[in-house]
């Protein structure tokens, strides 16, 4: 059985490294990039008491909502 082992230069998660080493498809980096676009955009329209309900503040949210898309 031959197991992929992520190159030493990629952080786990990392997708477009991923991408570059072969090890996932361009349409399922796609997906996960517009899959953080949108999860950062619904933290930056929800409400000072929903984002409290997560754990979470609105510095939080629009901190995670300025991140590049490519980012974790």
């Given amino acids: 059985m031959t197991t992929l082992a992520h ?3 990629t952080r786990p998660g ?8 072969g090890l996932t498809s361009p349409f399922r980096v796609l997906h996960l ?5 949108s999860a ?13 309900d997560i754990g979470l503040t609105r510095g939080d949210a629009v901190i995670e909502w300025q991140k590049a ?4």
Avoid at 14 to 21: K, N, T
Avoid at 33 to 37: E, F, V
Avoid at 44 to 52: A, I, K, N, V
Avoid at 69 to 72: D, I
């Fill in 7 to 9: 190159p030493q230069s």
């Fill in 14 to 21: 990392d997708a477009a490294a991923l991408l570059r080493a």
């Fill in 33 to 37: 990039w517009w899959s953080r676009h």
């Fill in 40 to 52: 950062r955009q619904a933290l930056l329209e929800m409400d000072d008491h929903r984002l409290s």
């Fill in 69 to 72: 898309f490519w980012e974790r």
